[in-house]
């Protein structure tokens, strides 16, 4: 039988050589359990302080008790050194390398239908006009009849309708807006309407769906001369400095008297070239004083409020300002075509 001071012995070689290849906190942590927990070899020799002779037990007590303060120092000196060892590890792993050239990823463009609306909601909010958009499926009332386009009037044919229903369509026009929103606001109105729509039409300049910008202006003493004022703002702002705006008549039956906006030819500065078809003018949106008719539909008294409107094609707009000659191109998704908007 070993004496307690040989199994004191015993136990420290034990723990000495458990200690020696230890590299990890978690695993010093299952050492020390092992000899110190319950049921581990130290605690055990207290328990057979049972067996010593009571005239030993002083001697042995102090024994143990000094194991005990050796092995908890051993275990404590080593913890503290494999912690920093570990936080080195940890800081070395971490660490960043703020002089590394940084790796280039693919970036994205914004897509030029993007780029035109965006600019144009900037143009257009600078002068005060607050965005609103509307559905893209109407029914017949906003789309037609409350622009004053009943279902047997002739203007229905100069846009070709996709219906979903009797009565519920996609819509052909954002101007289809310009009535909810009167419906829903008094007068002063100031709104910028974006968003696509859809015809049955397509060629190299009409595609079955297609994006408008609708602007709308109703309060008292609103006049054409407003329009025009706001008109050579804008094509100015979007197409140069230089670029002069002309109203010619025209019919639509939800403005009365209606117009075709033309901008002098940003190109050729007017002379004649291939863009304005040697006229010296391209044209850009259509645009009217608000229809009696339409404003009374949406409570507003006519006598009282007057107001324009105007409304025009996002891809034409970046057609004629990117010189983009096919709309398929806006609606492909050609990486190469699209990359060349990245600035
Ligand atoms: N909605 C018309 C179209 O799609 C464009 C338009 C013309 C809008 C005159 C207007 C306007 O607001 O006053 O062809």
Known sequence: ????????????????????????????????????GKGGEVSDLSKSMRDVAPEDRPEVGKQINELRCWADGKFGELDEKLKAEELERKYAEEKIDVTMPVRESAEGAYHPNTLIRNELVSVFSGMGFEVFEGPEIENDYYNFTALNTPKDHPARDMQDTFYLSNDLLLRTQTSAGQIRVMENKKPPIKILSPGKVYRSDDDATHSPMFSQMEGLVVDRGITLCDLKGMLDEFAKKIFGEDVKTRLRPSYFPFTEPSVEVDVSCFECGGKGCRLCKGTGWIEVLGAGMVNRRVLQGCGIDPDEYTGFAFGMGIERIAMLKYGINNMKLLFEGDVRFLKQFKD
């Open 1 to 36: 039988m070993l004496t307690i001071k040989e199994k004191i012995a015993e136990i420290k070689k034990k723990i000495d050589e458990a200690l020696a290849n230890v590299k990890f906190t978690k695993s010093l942590y299952e050492i020390k359990m092992k000899f110190m």
